[in-house]
């Protein structure tokens, strides 16, 4: 007697056939493509276009911003009726400043429609963006410790590299945020802008973000805080704005910056909370 011991289980993966090879996959669920409403409304200046565009983003950009003297926000970068990005325009600097997703954080999806919306308006021939790596998710040879931990860096080709005590931001680590964004696009082929992006070391954790903007930074629970000294905050002041073509960049002003994660989910208290820092 013959047995088939195979004849109560599945066929094969690769034992299905269809009449159309072109047919979708019945077992994939489909996807929707998500789309999101991107403006910049307020003042314009059409002589700061094609210029140099600064993006400091969460963290680091409060901290910065708190500190390099931006003056008046003069526009805000919308996103579905909520406000991203506040946009300065610093009298010691003909730079456009946007500080970014300091109280809302952008869900993965929106953040290449948030940078193609900012790219295509301001037209920058340098990009410059500062934002956080979470130094215990970095892979080194050696092991880090977050109150050691240097300013990273990653550039594109013909940007000058920052000396030390920068250091370059080494693969096989990846950076998965909105200036991420901004980097992919002014790098693509057809692309002349040059990018410098800064990243300040921070002890949180990144978990993923959800579908929709957030009202808070999206950070780890368990970690104490960043810590960044004022020495560290000067250095990266300073060299965001010689990149930016200042020979004699206005200091920082400001002292050591020491952000719990209580602080982060706050509303922005950049300046006094109003208009001005």
Known sequence: MNIDFLSDTSAPRYAYESDDEDQLNPLLGGTVQRTARVSIE??????RTAGTVIIAS???GKAWAQGAQLGEHCASVVVDDFTIGL???PSWSDATVIVSETSEALPTWAMRLYADAVINFYKPTCLLLLDVYSVPLYIS????EVYRAPVRYLRTRGTIAPGPPFMPFLPPNLIQATCAAFASVAALPASQTEVLLLLLPSSHIPIPRGND????LHTSEDMNGSF???TMMRRVHTCLTEHSGLQAPAPWQGGAVFLKQSETKRRSDIGDGGMYM
């Open 213 to 216: 903007i957030s009202s808070s």
């Open 87 to 89: 946009v300065f325009f």
């Open 42 to 47: 307020g003042r314009s200046y059409p002589e």
């Open 228 to 230: 960044w000294s004022e």
């Open 141 to 144: 040879s050696e092991p880090l």
């Open 58 to 60: 969460g963290e680091a």
